[in-house]
């Protein structure tokens, strides 16, 4: 999952969208009209010609369709909603916090794990197993990398940092011969 900025607006909105999906177990159908939200407002440029005073409701309902044919009266009145307050903005926000929320409610904790050279799937199944063993969680990978490590892995979870990158182990080994506490 991207790194985004979120507005604290966008989590009010997807608490409100998770109750809905609970009243009717419909989270898949509102992850998918969410991700449509997203791709509809993740530029400026997009915003502004879907919220201009020359966009008529029926032409903004037609490409909301077009975007997602499978969305619901319901998910329709949000984008409606959104884009009669003026925030439509907030599509990518209320999207990546659905999602935090969704997985939540499944149990599910989502990893990124950079490493200097990709991972193998034996090596990223492992890693995955032993983090869902240390957070009880069903946890899903997603792999980064960046050749800047000398090797090891950073792995964030949430607010959550391990970083066991050679270059953090090296530094700590440094400053224990520094202070002599080897």
Aim: proline share 2%; no cysteine; hydrophobic share 45%.
């Amino acid at each position: 999952m991207a790194t985004l900025a979120r507005d604290v607006a966008g989590r009010r909105y997807a608490l409100a969208v998770l109750d809905l999906a609970r009243s009717d177990a419909s989270f898949q159908s509102w992850a998918t009209a969410l991700d449509g939200l997203e791709s509809l407002t993740q530029q400026a440029s997009f915003v502004n010609a879907l919220q201009a005073d020359g966009m008529t409701d029926e032409r903004f309902e037609a490409i909301a369709r077009q975007v997602v044919p499978s969305i619901r009266p319901v998910e329709l009145n949000l984008f409606r909603l959104l884009r009669r307050k003026g925030r439509l903005a907030l599509g990518p926000s209320i999207n990546s916090y659905f999602i935090e929320l969704w997985d939540e409610e499944r149990g599910i904790e989502r990893a990124v794990v950079r490493t200097a050279v990709e991972l193998s799937e034996e090596q990223r199944n492992a890693l995955a197993a032993q983090l869902a063993q240390a957070t009880g969680k069903q946890v899903l990978l997603e792999g980064e990398v960046d050749p800047s490590l000398l090797g090891g892995a950073v792995i964030r979870m949430g607010d959550r940092l391990v970083d066991g990158s050679t270059r953090t182990r090296l530094r700590a080994l440094r400053e224990q011969l520094v202070h002599g506490s080897l």
